[in-house]
């Protein structure tokens, strides 16, 4: 995993991300070594939803730590990211009809931020897998065209 891009945080098509997560963040209370951790910060992300992201995410979409969150990045514009132990957050207009969808996490949600199952329980695995990478090949895709 990489070390968070510094462009990330001053990109104000960030802003709504970045103090949502910012506002959870935490630093480890105990030594790194006895607490899950993520570039410092005390990891936001279920270790399993973390191994989940890490099979999906594109091959090409180096996993970047935002405030102890995993996330996807494209031309410092952040993409998707995985939080507590099931929602994947991704930055597209719309979603597509197939994909299972979590309850919304409203401050993201008001600003064209997805919440989708990272397991798409409905769905057999390769299928969920391959649907979830698409969508977040789309939101890294998405993520390119915003300008600031």
Known sequence: ??????VLAYHPANRVLLD???TRARRPNTP???TYALDGWELRTHPDL???FEEIAPDDAPIIPLFGVPALAA?????AAALGTNWLMVRLPQ???????????LPLSNHGWHAVSAWQSG??????????TNLLNDALH???????
Do not use: C, F, W
């Open 1 to 6: 995993m990489e070390r968070s891009d510094p």
């Open 20 to 22: 949502y997560l910012q």
């Open 32 to 34: 790194i070594g006895h």
């Open 50 to 52: 973390l191994e989940r």
């Open 75 to 79: 031309n410092g514009i952040a993409a």
């Open 95 to 105: 979603l597509p009809d197939n994909v299972e969808t979590k309850d919304p996490i």
């Open 123 to 132: 769905t057999p695995s390769a299928e969920g897998k391959q649907r979830l």
């Open 142 to 148: 998405h993520a390119r065209t915003i300008n600031p």
